[in-house]
């Protein structure tokens, strides 16, 4: 017979996503039992493909990787420094992509499996919790995702007397490379800027004249896209991952001042010529055979896809992998329904992490895991953890989901939105610089470059000292 005393000893972690992983992961190494529950592939969700743990089902990026002049890549070493399970296994399967931090996507969701299973620790369960977790789990991480669902995701609404909020999140289509034309298309990065694994030549780019541009602009908005559901309606989009005909539908020059932007990049095979517009696809697995078509997440159907991305230059005999698609997120209004530490005011034992929390982004997901598992952990050896300073990129991102916006608008909807992480969650300096370390005044774009590396200097300090006075201190405990 199971006993209806809470156990908060072992800790039970919903869904093996970025989030669920990560917090999985950073449980198991403070010493304390985890069972991680994911229903895949008993119950499939409509975005994923595989039973793999932390699949990717969007791109495979984890965006810019510069820790000095970039808030996402800041977050990366400060994941770095907390021993993350994720940015250990996104190192290790790196392709070439620029400035950013991009991934071979089987390769990495292999390496988070094995890592997990491995670990003694570690209980992995394949079913569905399609219901409040049993009163009996004292101590449980919510990391269903975005994608969490429907009974379980009617149990929480129908707990916290809210109705969890809802946007659109869109996929790219992927392309085989060897059936894209070289002879028109090119390879170099925008600025030929080298990143991780990289060489400064890491994105196929696709030059257009301006004819071809406005062609392409037309034959997007007259594509036909795929029906929404009826409770899909009124859902709205995140800008930070917008379908590419909604890019278009904003403006004819949208595009070429968004994905399609021709700056930073010259075509060596008519290098006089400047392109009207530029489509960039990125490696999307360690063989470097597969590309994605960047920001081009898309809502048309099948068959338009086929026919509209084929008039891109360079691709007109393209075979997808891949094509792109669309479905529906869900994220709870964190700042009112969650506290500090991201446990559930109406039931406490019940501790929420990753997109559904109102971040953006595989590694802002990651990141909230990661916290998320250092609290349930803490709570597992009775002891109190302290938040990461506000000035760090975890505590700047925690502190918008649990303290952020929880005003209305005038029409009286809600206006707490995903979040990408950003210098403008952090602190303000207490004194910005102002001159070089010549003694030279800093001028124009150098203000607001040396403002970021001075915020990511001061959060990697203070980063530093919360882990000596505060993981460290309970870990020895």
């Known amino acids: ?49 595989t039973e793999g743990l932390a699949e990717l089902v969007c791109s495979n990026s984890f965006r810019s990787d510069d820790a000095a002049n970039n808030a996402v890549g800041l977050l990366h070493a400060e994941m770095r420094r907390l021993g993350s399970l994720i940015m250990r296994s996104a190192d290790a399967n790196q392709v070439p992509a620029g400035g950013a931090l991009a991934v071979d996507r089987d390769g990495f969701s292999a ?24 009163t009996e789990w004292g101590n449980v991480i919510v990391a269903t995702g975005p994608l969490t669902s429907a009974p379980l995701a009617d149990a929480i609404r129908e707990l916290t007397d809210e109705n969890a909020l809802a946007f659109f999140d869109a996929i790219a289509p992927i392309v085989h490379k060897d059936s894209i034309d070289m002879s028109v298309a090119w390879f170099q990065s925008r600025y030929d800027k080298v990143g991780p694994g990289g060489t400064g030549a890491d994105y196929i780019n696709c030059p257009m004249t301006k004819e071809q541009y406005d062609a392409f602009v037309a034959a997007l908005l007259a594509g036909d896209k795929v029906d929404f559901k009826d409770w899909e309606t009124n859902t709205p989009y995140f800008d930070g991952c917008l379908p590419v005909e909604v890019m278009a539908e904003r403006g004819h020059e949208t595009l070429r001042h968004g994905p399609m932007k021709p700056v930073g990049l010259t075509n060596p095979h008519n290098p006089t010529v400047k392109p009207y517009a530029i489509v960039q696809l990125r490696q999307d697995n360690k063989l470097g055979t597969l590309y994605n078509i960047v920001g081009f997440q898309t809502k048309l159907n099948y068959g338009a896809q086929q026919r509209v991305f084929r008039t891109i230059p360079g691709l007109e005999n393209a075979e997808f992998a891949r094509l792109g698609g669309l479905h529906r997120n869900t994220f709870l209004n964190s700042p009112k329904l969650l506290d500090g530490q991201l446990r559930l005011r109406a039931q406490p034992r019940l501790r929420f992490a990753g997109q559904m929390t109102g971040c953006e982004g595989y590694v802002e997901s990651a990141s909230i895991g990661l916290i998320a598992g250092l609290y349930a952990a803490a709570n597992a050896r009775a002891q109190s953890l302290e938040p990461p300073p506000a000035t760090t990129a975890l505590g700047s991102l925690l502190g918008h989901i649990t303290g952020g916006h929880i005003e209305t ?30 003694g030279t005044r800093l001028r124009g774009n150098e203000k607001t470059v040396a403002k970021k590396q001075a915020l990511s200097a001061r959060a990697l300090t203070d980063l530093d000292r919360w882990i000596a006075d505060h993981l460290r201190v309970a870990a020895a405990a």
């Open 1 to 49: 017979m199971i006993s209806s005393t809470p156990q908060t000893d072992t800790v039970h972690v919903i869904g093996g996503g970025l989030a669920g992983s990560e917090a999985a992961w950073q449980v198991a190494n403070a010493g304390v039992r985890v069972v991680l529950h994911e229903m895949r592939p008993l119950r499939m969700t409509e975005a994923h493909r």
């Open 409 to 438: 608008s005038e029409a009286g909807t809600r206006s707490f939105q995903p979040m990408n992480v950003n210098f403008g969650l952090f602190p303000p300096l207490a004194s910005v610089p102002s001159k070089k370390p010549d």
């Open 111 to 134: 390496a988070v499996t094995k890592a997990l299973h491995d670990n003694p620790l570690i209980e992995i369960d394949r079913a569905e919790i399609a219901s409040l977790p049993p």
